[in-house]
T-cell receptor
Framework: AQKITQTQPGMFVQEKEAVTLDCTYD???????LFWYKQPSSGEMIFLIY??????QNATEGRYSLNFQKARKSANLVISASQLGDSAMYFC??????????????FGTGTQLKVEL | DGGITQSPKYLFRKEGQNVTLSCEQN?????MYWYRQDPGQGLRLIYY???????QKGDIAEGYSVSREKKESFPLTVTSAQKNPTAFYLC??????????????FGSGTRLTVV
């Protein structure tokens, strides 16, 4: 079963508008972490924002905020005031326990965002 | 500046050849990871290492091998046993194998193509 689901393969948004990228997750671990990364066409992965399962408030980092709804198991990324440079692939990821100890990140399939003039 | 360097950026492999992808970090991170990225499938974990001289298989280790002889280096060999090696390969590291709020630092990737 998919642990991280991103249902929007592609999204368009007009410059200066806000956009929400969806992410749902599935885990039985009460302690988990959720991450969002941005991947421009050059390929590098850029960390955007983190939300811990015990955090009371939604995480924010500049124009990025995470709409964390624990009961619904969703962790949507909100980008405010979109810019042309926001055009990229966005990945949601969840921290998962490795059987031998330590953790790994499990990624969703990504959402390709295109910002238009 | 500290970071992760992956080389080469582009790599072409003939059928039946082994190739090695380089990953070097100067962040003093203990944990290192290799992921494979295919269109529409996100990133999948190949191998990981939480300490020097130790590494473990990830979700799709078949046809790959790694070594971790130095803290800074975690090379990935794509062997001839890997039936579909064409993909984008990303190396990552973390100061903490428990992956707190900082997650991974990634390299810029190697695009491997079989010709």
């Amino acid at each position: 079963a998919q642990k991280i689901t991103q249902t929007q393969p592609g999204m368009f948004v007009q410059e200066k508008e806000a956009v929400t990228l969806d992410c749902t997750y599935d885990t039985s671990d009460p302690s988990y972490g959720l991450f969002w990364y941005k991947q421009p066409s050059s390929g590098e992965m850029i960390f955007l924002i983190y939300q811990g399962s015990y955090d009371q408030q939604n995480a924010t980092e500049g124009r990025y905020s995470l709409n964390f709804q624990k009961a619904r198991k969703s962790a949507n990324l909100v980008i405010s005031a979109s810019q042309l440079g926001d055009s990229a692939m966005y990945f949601c990821a969840m921290r998962e326990r490795l059987t031998g100890g330590g953790n790994k990140l499990t990624f969703g399939t990504g959402t390709q965002l295109k910002v238009e003039l | 500046d500290g970071g992760i360097t992956q080389s080469p950026k582009y790599l072409f492999r003939k059928e039946g050849q082994n190739v090695t992808l380089s990953c070097e970090q100067n962040l003093n991170h203990d944990a290192m990871y290799w992921y494979r990225q295919d269109p529409g499938q996100g990133l999948r974990l190949i191998y990981y290492s939480q300490i020097v001289n130790d590494f473990q298989k990830g979700d799709i280790a078949e046809g790959y091998s790694v070594s971790r002889e130095k803290k800074e280096s975690f090379p990935l060999t794509v062997t001839s046993a890997q039936k579909n090696p064409t993909a984008f390969y990303l190396c990552a590291s973390s100061i903490d194998p428990e992956l707190g709020e900082y997650g991974y630092t990634f390299g810029s990737g190697t695009r491997l193509t079989v010709v």
